[in-house]
T-cell receptor, first 115, second 110 residues
Framework: DAGVIQSPRHEVTEMGQEVTLRCKPISGHNSLFWYRQTMMRGLELLIY????????DSGMPEDRFSAKMPNASFSTLKIQPSEPRDSAVYFCASSLVERGGNEQFFGPGTRLTVL | GDSVTQMEGPVTLSEEAFLTINCTYT??????LFWYVQYPGEGLQLLLK?????DKGSNKGFEATYRKETTSFHLEKGSVQVSDSAVYFC?????????FGTGTRLQVFP
């Protein structure tokens, strides 16, 4: 298995531009998580989906952020318009939710720089 | 709500030293507990886990025991290597997402 795939790996954009981050979870997993990591705030859960349905989006910082999961093998996180304070590493993770310890598998991350 | 507290870093050690990274948690019930490791430029990966009280998780020489009496899950390794330099995250399951601690950076010098 290729693991969780994220694209792009690096994104540099200018303030005000739209940014779309993409994630392909591990086949057969039924939950998908979007995280943001910065030096100041550490690792933050933005939103997660179960069976393609958003369950908890309370971590989404504001309306400029939106996430979709149109099918079990693809999700996007969009920022529109982007701002310099959105600069961070964004991780996608997937898991197979079941009773017991549910390991999350993380992608390599997208490093976003907003100038 | 549920939470995880980790010791502040960085932890700086010489190669072959003994490592302890403290982790305590607050939770209703008895959630599964995890240690994740993040190497530079990479995503987090599972290091070990324990699903019930008194379980010991182990991997790559690292160990942690689920202690419900002290609500702790401290990470230990008897002899660290330079290649263990990374950030370590303690986490608990709540119930279908993970709650992470703030992470502890470990630096091992030869």
């Amino acid at each position: 298995d290729a693991g969780v795939i994220q694209s792009p790996r690096h994104e540099v954009t200018e303030m005000g531009q739209e940014v779309t981050l993409r994630c392909k979870p591990i086949s057969g997993h039924n939950s998908l998580f979007w995280y943001r990591q910065t030096m100041m705030r550490g690792l933050e859960l933005l939103i997660y989906f179960n069976n393609n349905v958003p369950i908890d989006d309370s971590g989404m910082p504001e309306d400029r952020f939106s996430a979709k999961m149109p099918n079990a093998s693809f999700s996007t996180l969009k920022i529109q318009p982007s701002e310099p304070r959105d600069s961070a590493v964004y991780f996608c993770a997937s898991s197979l939710v079941e009773r017991g310890g549910n390991e999350q598998f993380f992608g390599p991350g997208t490093r976003l720089t907003v100038l | 709500g549920d939470s995880v507290t980790q010791m502040e870093g960085p932890v700086t050690l010489s190669e072959e030293a003994f490592l302890t990274i403290n982790c305590t948690y607050t939770a209703t019930g008895y959630p599964s507990l995890f240690w994740y490791v993040q190497y530079p430029g990479e995503g987090l990966q599972l290091l070990l886990k324990a699903t019930k009280a008194d379980d010991k998780g182990s991997n790559k020489g690292f160990e942690a025991t689920y202690r419900k009496e002290t609500t702790s899950f401290h990470l230990e390794k008897g002899s660290v290597q330079v290649s263990d330099s990374a950030v370590y995250f303690c986490a608990l399951q709540d119930p279908d997402k993970l709650i992470f601690g703030t992470g502890t950076r470990l630096q091992v010098f030869p």
